[in-house]
């Protein structure tokens, strides 16, 4: 069943509910979705300002400190003309290091206020539940995984990251060295092709924000029907 909601008219969700109940060691015991629907589905489109975490403004930060800022200057350029473009599935946005620093720069702050503005609407709507394991898919330098830390820090999950970008991934990696909650810390970061039908490994919160725009739409359609069949509690998807 689909539904649309406002809230603050800012945040627009659109939920895909289905019965039964989470799959057997799904989530908490205890803390699963209010029956006898299952939240499966969660799109945002327009995003309020979120202020970012201290320990990501830290890290920031100091990955900035370690970038020449000519150079970071004309890598955003670069990825400005990227991301207003068409970019083939088989070529990832990011490919060299100095991109991926100038993305955690000039998008990565922005990313992170969506798929935080997008885990509190969720998180309205799914009570006492918390994600015992949290994938995120295209999840380039770690956003959407600052964001589910942020949004439950206490409730010990594990975090996966799959990208096909090994740029974006090493920057992440060092992004996430100084996180202040141990499933940003311990996150585990893997390339991985996104095009196709991916095989991905059951987590309760599947995450893909902001990295459908770079496939292309059978891809995209193929990577949203792979995180469905991967998700045991939610799909959450993040997109301008």
């Not at 969700?13 to 589905?41: D, I, M, N, Q, Y």
Request: glycine fraction near 8%; proline fraction near 8%; charge should be neutral.
């Amino acid at each position: 069943m689909w539904g649309e909601n406002r809230l603050a008219g800012r945040v627009r969700t659109v939920t895909r509910c289905k019965a039964p109940g989470p799959r057997p060691g799904a989530g908490r015991p205890s803390e699963h979705f209010p029956s006898p629907r299952l939240l499966r589905l969660v799109l945002v489109s327009l995003v309020p300002t979120v202020h970012l975490p201290d320990d990501l403004t830290a890290a920031l930060t100091r990955q900035l400190g370690a970038t020449a800022p000519t150079q970071a200057a004309a890598q955003v350029e670069r990825l400005i003309e990227n991301y207003r473009g068409a970019t083939p599935t088989t070529a990832p946005v990011l490919r060299h290091s100095a991109d991926a620093a100038a993305y955690a720069a000039y998008r990565m702050p922005a990313t992170y206020a969506a798929a935080r503005a997008a885990l509190d609407a969720l998180r309205a709507r799914a009570g006492a539940w918390a994600p015992a394991a949290h994938l995120d898919l295209g999840g380039g330098t770690g956003a959407a995984a600052w964001a589910v830390a942020d949004a439950w820090p206490e409730a010990g999950h594990t975090t996966t990251v799959l990208d096909w970008s090994q740029a974006a991934l090493d920057v992440a990696r060092a992004l996430a060295a100084g996180g202040a909650t141990a499933s940003v810390r311990e996150a585990v970061w893997n390339r991985a092709p996104l095009g196709g039908a991916p095989r991905l490994p059951e987590s309760d919160l599947v995450t893909v924000a902001y990295v459908l725009g770079e496939l292309a739409p059978a891809d995209r359609a193929a990577l949203v029907e792979a995180a469905a069949g991967a998700a045991t509690g939610v799909v959450l998807v993040v997109e301008p």
